[in-house]
């Protein structure tokens, strides 16, 4: 990666064998070309009937009007808040009748910087900007007359490169928030950097929890085992085909992943890797699509979908911007068996169209009904996956 920003995915590139999982190697169809700049976006409009998904599921928009949708959490009542980038807001989009559309679509933060991580914990709703994390009390009762916000942590760095946020309160009841690389690729002394901390929910006891994630945009826990599971982005400017996007388990605090030394299977990095024995740190639980952007991702709890997607991983696939082909721009799953990961295969597709990108997945939200929505920044909407109505 050379100084170039590297912006999750402004879009990514390929279609190939990718390896999943240390030495299992699996194909997702891939397409072919040629073009050796960022796909071009189409206009603004919704193309439903291009998504392909597996046999007896749906896709639907659930709400419109959501420019720059990104992270998302859920709060007790049904009403789904919805992160930001460049747009400085917050969403609210309250439940509508029967749960397959939502209600009302309500702007309670805006001209922040960049509010991409929000979390939901005991009535309040926590909002991760670039340097700092926020708290707005009582919100559920106050969606059109939001109360001030609390500074809950403020030292966090304030790099722009891979600054925005995701963030979740993990089974133990502490706040977990991730800091990128502010690079594309480097080193840095500030143990913050590349980092997963954690703090508890009134912003004390901040902690680095797992050292060499470049820049993790999207986790969860492992319902059975409450253990920590994580997408990250790899550098850039390695080619078309490396290093891949990764699926990271850290079932514990202290563990390094390997960024900037080693990438995917304990690969040495050409550029930092020289002199250093990747023996040393994790390797990835599975190799994701190169340059793919994996972002948010989540485990399937739900009832709706069949038996066999229950405790899959979804990973919502933000899409290249460095590849010569397109890539990503999709939901992928990823099998576990025995803690360990056996499968990565396409579940959602169709945002990408002849190089040319409609919609961008960036997290995925598995709701009380079963169904699984997926936020889309680049058509400013919500999707609503259902399985059999």
């Known amino acids: 990666m050379t100084a170039r920003r590297t ?76 992160g930001t980038r460049a747009q400085g807001k917050v969403y609210a989009i309250t439940p509508g009748p029967g749960g397959e559309r939502g209600g009302k679509v309500i702007t309670i933060a805006k001209g922040l910087k960049s509010p991409n991580g929000v979390a939901f914990r005991n009535g309040s709703l926590y909002v991760a900007e670039i340097s700092r994390v926020l708290r707005f009390d009582e919100i559920s009762d106050r969606l059109t007359d939001p109360p001030k916000p ?56 901040l902690e680095v929890f797992a050292s060499g994630v470049r820049n993790t945009v999207g986790f969860d826990w492992h319902p059975q085992t409450h253990e920590l599971w994580f997408t990250d982005n790899g550098r850039d400017w390695l080619g078309d085909d490396l290093p891949p996007d990764e699926l990271n388990h850290a079932p514990r605090k202290g563990l390094h992943f390997g960024f900037p030394y080693c990438y995917g299977n304990n690969v040495p990095d050409p550029q930092f890797g020289r002199g250093v024995s990747c023996d040393e740190f994790v390797p990835c639980a599975a190799a994701l699509g190169p340059h793919v952007a994996s972002l948010g991702m989540r485990f399937y709890q739900g009832d709706m979908f069949p038996s066999e997607y229950r405790g899959r ?17 999709r939901v992928t799953m990823v099998r576990l068996e025995g803690g360990r990961a056996t499968d990565y295969e396409v579940f959602a597709e169709g945002w990408l169209q002849d190089w040319k990108a409609w919609g961008r997945p960036v997290d995925v939200q598995v709701m009380p009904d079963g169904a699984l929505f997926v936020s889309d920044d680049k058509a400013g909407v919500i999707y609503r996956i259902g399985y059999g109505d």
């Not at 997963?196 to 009134?202: A, E, L």
């Not at 991983?313 to 721009?329: K, L, T």
Request: charged share 15%; glycine share 10%.
């Open 150 to 205: 609390v500074v809950v942590n403020d030292q966090f760095p304030e790099d722009e490169h891979h600054g925005w946020k995701f963030m979740a309160f993990g089974p133990d009841g502490m706040l977990y928030v991730p800091v990128g690389a502010p690079c594309n690729v480097c080193v840095r002394q500030d143990p913050r950097y590349a980092s997963i901390m954690r703090m508890h929910p009134d912003g004390s006891g």
């Open 313 to 329: 991983v979804f990973i919502a696939e933000h899409g290249s911007w460095n590849r010569s082909v397109p890539i990503g721009y």
């Open 7 to 82: 912006q999750e995915g402004r879009s990514r590139k390929s279609d190939s064998a990718f390896l999943v999982a240390p030495f299992v190697v699996l194909s997702i169809v891939l397409v072919s070309a040629s073009c050796v700049c960022a796909p071009q976006l189409l206009g603004s409009g919704i193309h439903l009937d291009k998504i392909k998904l597996p046999p007896g599921f749906k896709i639907t928009l659930y709400a419109e009007g959501v420019e720059g949708a990104r992270s998302m959490t859920l709060g007790p009542n049904g009403t789904l808040y919805v």
